[in-house]
């Protein structure tokens, strides 16, 4: 490994960088709440943060790439499901049960613009997770992704706002088992 290289993992993981990070997103995560995504800012983000324009940009392209970030553990742990051996892993219903305590930010994000953004978010790490396996289709993974990223937006999105009451087992159940049987077709 190089020196450069050597550097910038470290730099990555030093507390200055993940407080700055946390900074921003803690601003942003306010900031969705409040307004509507698309009038949200890189400046509305920096000022309250207390971060720097240059600094901002040192870690993310734009605001979606924040967004992205900030939603990449549980949603990693969605896209888990299309892996063997995920299907009693505890931190779905954990993740869950913490969407659900959220879900005042989560009916904001999992609705208008940001939607899309976020349904392509989890295909992507979806169509990473389903790199891994060996799918029988005529159809891309970027297409496989999608639809189950959709799917499991969906029901998020209903489960979320109120149109019926589940608990999180039930939808950790639910996911796992789509996810379960979309693979094992495939297979």
């Given at each position: 490994?190089?020196?450069?290289?050597?550097?910038?993992?470290?730099?990555?993981?030093?507390?200055?960088?993940?407080?700055?990070?946390?900074?921003?997103?803690?601003?942003?995560?306010?900031?969705?709440?409040?307004?509507?995504?698309?009038?949200?800012?890189?400046?509305?983000?920096?000022?309250?943060?207390?971060?720097?324009?240059?600094?901002?940009?040192?870690?993310?392209?734009?605001?979606?790439?924040?967004?992205?970030?900030?939603?990449?553990?549980p949603f990693g742990v969605l896209a888990d499901t299309v892996l063997a051996g995920h299907a009693d892993?505890?931190?779905?219903?954990?993740?869950?049960?913490?969407?659900?305590?959220?879900?005042?930010?989560?009916?904001?994000?999992?609705?208008?613009?940001?939607?899309?953004?976020?349904?392509?978010?989890?295909?992507?790490?979806?169509?990473?997770?389903?790199?891994?396996?060996?799918?029988?289709?005529?159809?891309?993974?970027?297409?496989?992704?999608?639809?189950?990223?959709?799917?499991?937006?969906?029901?998020?999105?209903?489960?979320?706002?109120?149109?019926?009451?589940?608990?999180?087992k039930s939808i950790a159940d639910a996911l796992r088992a789509s996810a379960r049987a979309a693979v094992?077709?495939?297979?």
């Amino acid at each position: 490994m190089s020196a450069n290289a050597k550097t910038s993992i470290d730099l990555a993981d030093s507390r200055p960088v993940q407080r700055t990070k946390a900074a921003l997103f803690e601003t942003f995560l306010g900031l969705v709440l409040t307004r509507r995504y698309d009038r949200i800012t890189v400046a509305d983000i920096i000022g309250p943060a207390g971060i720097g324009r240059s600094t901002f940009y040192e870690h993310y392209r734009c605001k979606d790439d924040l967004l992205k970030e900030g939603l990449a553990g549980p949603f990693g742990v969605l896209a888990d499901t299309v892996l063997a051996g995920h299907a009693d892993d505890p931190r779905l219903e954990e993740t869950l049960a913490h969407f659900w305590e959220n879900r005042r930010t989560g009916n904001v994000l999992f609705a208008g613009t940001t939607r899309t953004l976020l349904t392509r978010a989890l295909a992507d790490l979806l169509e990473r997770r389903l790199a891994t396996r060996r799918i029988l289709s005529s159809l891309p993974p970027a297409l496989l992704a999608a639809q189950m990223a959709g799917g499991q937006i969906a029901l998020l999105t209903a489960w979320l706002s109120g149109l019926a009451p589940a608990n999180p087992k039930s939808i950790a159940d639910a996911l796992r088992a789509s996810a379960r049987a979309a693979v094992l077709d495939l297979l």
